[in-house]
């Protein structure tokens, strides 16, 4: 493995400590009152949301002036494009699970260079767990190293992920027995599967760059996939920052998963 870049390992330093801050912001809304919006579609936004965006803006670049920035909190500034180094940020991410007081959200941050994710945090205020990883550095929680786990058959496995996903009667044929959870925070479901705590995790909607940017790396790092459903790896900080489906594993287990999506017979979600 490279030895790892000192910059970037100054940028995680970074990164981690605005994100543990933020974390804190955070504890102190949750469970309280404060003001919530609704900006369409079922996709709110809280009081807290907008702080803790104000707080990593200013701290991140307040440190590094000359990185871009890209949050779904914040309107775009398309200058962002110009830029080799991004960073790109949910404020929170699970913010229905914050507001229904539900311990499954997320404060994530990661940086992207030319349009990979390249060092990320992802923070669980309320559970204290906080993912990191930087580009040939490994993934670790809360210091200690992580790795996906290693099993290589769907059936059985532990999934994250939306049942009605894999229980619609529209998608023939079935899918094999698994156990099946979520968490409100799509981010915080790929660093469980980093972690090896979950086996996979599959979202075939589409998603921001915030929502995936900072857990990317953590997973990449701690030895897995992570693509689109059609194998494509993930790219960032593109003008329109969608990607199209996530499906991330081990990588048999993965392989396994993207084989699995693209039979003729299964139709497209």
């Not at 000192?6 to 955070?26: H, P, T, Y």
């Not at 945090?121 to 290693?150: H, W, Y």
């Not at 979520?182 to 599959?202: C, I, K, N, P, W």
Request: charged share 25%; aromatic share 6%.
């Amino acid at each position: 493995m490279p030895a790892p870049d000192a910059a970037l390992a100054s940028d995680l330093a970074l990164i981690e400590e605005a994100v543990r801050k933020a974390g804190g912001i955070a504890r102190q809304f949750f469970g309280g009152s404060y003001r919530r919006w609704d900006k369409g579609k079922g996709n709110p936004v809280t009081e807290a949301d907008l702080q803790i965006d104000r707080f990593l803006r200013d701290r991140l670049t307040g440190a590094r002036p000359d990185y871009g920035w890209l949050s779904e909190e914040t309107d775009d500034d398309p200058s962002r494009l110009g830029k080799a180094l991004v960073f790109v940020v949910d404020p929170i991410d699970g913010t229905i699970g914050f507001l229904k007081g539900r311990p499954q959200f997320t404060v994530c941050a990661g940086l992207v260079c030319r349009g990979e994710s390249v060092a990320g945090v992802v923070f669980n205020p309320l559970t204290g767990e906080c993912f990191t990883a930087m580009k040939d550095g490994g993934a670790r929680l809360n210091g200690g190293q992580i790795a996906v786990s290693a099993r290589e058959t769907i059936e059985g496995c532990r999934m994250l992920g939306s049942r009605s996903l894999f229980e619609n009667p529209l998608q023939p044929p079935p899918w094999p027995a698994m156990q099946i959870e979520t968490r409100s925070s799509l981010a915080y479901r790929v660093t469980l599967v980093a972690s090896g705590q979950f086996d996979a995790t599959l979202a075939l909607s589409a998603k921001r760059d915030w929502d995936l940017a900072a857990a990317d790396i953590i997973l990449r790092e701690a030895g897995g996939r992570i693509t689109a459903r059609d194998g494509t790896p993930l790219r960032y900080n593109r003008a329109e920052p969608v990607q199209p489906s996530v499906v991330c594993a081990n990588p048999v287990l993965h392989a396994r998963l993207i084989e699995r999506l693209q039979r003729p017979e299964r139709l497209p979600s």
